[in-house]
């Protein structure tokens, strides 16, 4: 990666762990390039980065072999259609925004090599977790420059089927607050119970930070690890039955599909 050129469209927050993921990993600052209308943030991230940045998108791609679309997808469409006359045939397109297709990316900017990805938010920490799909048009040193953009910030997993990025938005995409989700419910538990607040957080933080190691770290599934930690007739098996009896997995279940849903409907919306 360290000699291929990568101009960033959008230097916002995505965007920026990137940069800062592929500069952590040795990639010198002159084969990095971006572009931002906002002149505070142009500052702010060629500071940060050292970097060049550009206010017109077309001067940003000029040169590059990668060009990743990180603006949001409501901008997409009109970024695309200006940028289609200034890229070049060979140019790998990724885009990282959520719920924009393949088909609506090649209608806006032409038939091209495409990557589309969805990264979700502990890219910010280089703990992220991408679903990246390819276009028939991509190489296959272009899958492995993609995969190694993607994987400067956490795990880059590839889908055999575009269709699939749905499901991947509903996991891991969404998937960061459903945890706060139960780390919010426990802590308030926690309060009911007589815990002082700030505790009773410290607790529940430390313990998703723990639990979350182990189901990475051990080598042992998550069902295994549960088993293991819940003895018959324990605090853990009395609290894991209420989860079962109010529907807790089926509720997971819904509320997945619901994400998976949206996206599909999202997509079908940004994609015209
Ligand atoms: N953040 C996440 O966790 C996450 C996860 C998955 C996917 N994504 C995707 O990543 C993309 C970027 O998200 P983000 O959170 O990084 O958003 P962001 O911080 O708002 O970054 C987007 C940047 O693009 C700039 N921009 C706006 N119009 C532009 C144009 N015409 N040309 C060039 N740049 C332009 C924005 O400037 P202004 O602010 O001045 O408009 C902003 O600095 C989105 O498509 C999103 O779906 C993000």
Redesign the pocket.
């Known amino acids: 990666m360290s000699d291929t050129r990568i101009a960033f469209?959008?230097?916002?927050?995505?965007?920026a762990s990137l940069i800062g993921g592929l500069r952590a990993q040795g990639v010198p600052a002159a084969a990095i390039r971006a572009?931002?209308?906002?002149a505070e943030?142009r500052a702010l991230i060629a500071a940060e980065h050292g970097i060049e940045l550009f206010a017109d998108?077309a001067e940003a791609v000029a040169g590059a072999e990668v060009v990743v679309l990180?603006?949001?997808?409501q901008?997409?469409k009109?970024?695309c259609q200006a940028l289609a006359a200034h890229l070049r045939p060979e140019q790998l397109i990724v885009s990282?925004?959520?719920g924009i297709g393949c088909a609506s990316l090649e209608a806006w900017l032409g038939e091209r090599p495409v990557v589309r990805c969805?990264?979700?938010?502990p890219?910010l920490l280089r703990q992220g977790v991408s679903g990246l799909f390819a276009n028939a048009r991509v190489s296959a040193a272009q899958r492995q420059q993609a995969e190694q953009l993607l994987g400067a910030v956490g795990l880059a997993l590839w889908l055999d089927e575009e269709r699939l990025l749905d499901a991947v938005t509903a996991v891991s995409?969404s998937g960061p607050a459903y945890f706060f989700l139960l780390m919010e419910a426990m802590t308030a538990a926690g309060e009911q119970l007589g815990l002082p607040r700030d505790t009773a957080a410290q607790l529940t933080l430390q313990t998703a930070l723990g639990a979350a190691r182990m189901a990475t770290e051990s080598g042992v599934d998550a069902a295994e690890l549960r088993r293991r930690v819940t003895s018959p007739n324990g605090t853990t098996e009395a609290a894991i039955n209420a989860f079962q009896a109010g529907g807790f997995e089926a509720l997971v279940q819904q509320a997945l599909a619901a994400a998976a849903r949206r996206s599909a409907e999202l997509a079908e919306q940004l994609g015209r």
């Open positions: 469209i959008g230097a916002g927050n995505m965007a572009s931002d209308p906002g943030q998108n990180a603006v949001k997808p901008v997409m009109a970024v990282i925004a959520a969805m990264p979700n938010t890219a995409g």
